[in-house]
T-cell receptor, first 111, second 116 residues
Framework: TQLLEQSPQFLSIQEGENLTVYCNSS?????LQWYRQEPGEGPVLLVTVVTGGEVKKLKRLTFQFGDARKDSSLHITAAQPGDTGLYLCAVMVWGYQKVTFGTGTKLQVIP | EPEVTQTPSHQVTQMGQEVILRCVPI?????FYWYRQILGQKVEFLVS????????KSEIFDDQFSVERPDGSNFTLKIRSTKLEDSAMYFC??????????????FGEGSWLTVV
């Protein structure tokens, strides 16, 4: 059983389209993070959400933390080829000194 | 911007050989990690290290693996006798504090290990 399930697993869209990626769990978290990983590189932190219902924006990316702090979504507006990559949600669980990553969503934006 | 650096970027080794992957965490960070990612799979936690000792490890981190902070700057991962299934990208990471609430964990660019 995965702690963090992401959907969809793969997404291939045309440049200019909008998309939403989901991260779901049955557990409650104090915070949740989103990373992007490009091929051959390490994950890079995009954002951390802490409060239930919180919405954060990073240019064309909108991140939301669920009210119950069990899930999160990432919405990209007008996707560009530079958005191509693996998007990972992750949590640091209290009492455990590690980051647990979700299953990942591989996004391809076609010019 | 401070960064975690890793060497080598790519290493090919024969099965059964020992491998040491090196990392220089960000200088004022206190918590260090190794993760791995098998090609096409998710990023998996291996081990966390604090105050010169392992604070947590996963099932993957068996007796073939060890970590060390030999001096004030380096953090190493040793695989004693490599197996084919150890082929993966290994990421080092560091953070100032591991507690929840939004601490940023910084990842290196990874060391790609190929066992043949």
């Amino acid at each position: 059983t995965q702690l963090l399930e992401q959907s969809p697993q793969f997404l291939s869209i045309q440049e200019g389209e909008n998309l939403t990626v989901y991260c779901n769990s049955s557990s409650v978290f104090s915070s949740l993070q989103w990373y992007r990983q490009e091929p051959g590189e390490g994950p890079v932190l995009l954002v951390t959400v802490v409060t239930g219902g919180e919405v954060k924006k990073l240019k064309r990316l909108t991140f939301q933390f669920g009210d119950a702090r069990k899930d999160s979504s990432l919405h990209i507006t007008a996707a560009q080829p530079g958005d191509t990559g693996l998007y990972l949600c992750a949590v640091m669980v209290w009492g455990y000194q590690k980051v647990t990553f979700g299953t990942g969503t591989k996004l391809q934006v076609i010019p | 911007e401070p960064e975690v650096t890793q060497t080598p970027s790519h290493q090919v080794t024969q099965m059964g050989q020992e491998v040491i992957l090196r990392c220089v965490p960000i200088s004022n960070h206190l918590y260090f990690y190794w993760y791995r990612q098998i090609l096409g799979q998710k990023v998996e936690f291996l081990v966390s290290f604090y105050n010169n000792e392992i604070s947590e490890k996963s099932e993957i981190f068996d007796d073939q693996f060890s970590v060390e902070r030999p001096d004030g700057s380096n953090f190493t991962l040793k695989i004693r006798s490599t197996k084919l299934e150890d082929s993966a990208m290994y990421f080092c990471a560091s953070t100032r504090s591991p507690t929840g609430g939004g601490n940023t964990i910084y990842f290196g660019e990874g060391s790609w290990l190929t066992v043949v």
